[in-house]
């Protein structure tokens, strides 16, 4: 079997991209820029905000217009880029087991109640630490990564 690679959603990182450059210029033109309307907590709050937005928008950025695959799927293991520069790579018996973790958080304000959920597919090796993806920004394929994922762990992990 030849190997398969699987890449971030890129329309997905670039709206969230986008919206966090927004709310960043939001912040900064309309809220922090008439300090009487805020408190001095309020301020220090914002701006520990903004420096969040600003992460969230250079990565999910960097992962829009990056032409690297975050999964690549071959005879020889898996390899994951986990971050900008860092790719691991897991040899089939070197792989322990894999774990499908779902991450429920309540998101709560003063007029709405809401749920955040993120699916993880967690690797987990004899020795070393798990590596995981998160599948809210992995294109998938409809399932076709599920269906590969399983065909070269029936083939190649017992081999």
Known sequence: MESKSYYSKRVNCIILSILCWVLIFLICTKVLNDPDMITDTAVII???????????????????????????????GIEIQSFIFS????????????????????????????????????????QGRSVAVNLSLLDTQNNDFFKTLGDYIKMYKNA
Do not use: C
């Open 87 to 126: 790719n691991i790579f897991i040899k089939w018996d070197e792989l322990k087991g894999i774990n499908r973790e779902k991450y429920t958080q309540l998101v709560a304000s003063s007029s709405l109640v809401g749920f955040s959920t993120n699916y993880m597919l967690r690797f987990h090796r004899k």
């Open 46 to 76: 914002l701006r520990i905000v903004i420096v969040v937005l600003v992460v969230v928008g250079l990565t999910t950025f960097i992962k829009a217009v990056d032409k690297r695959p975050i999964v690549t799927i071959s005879k020889e």
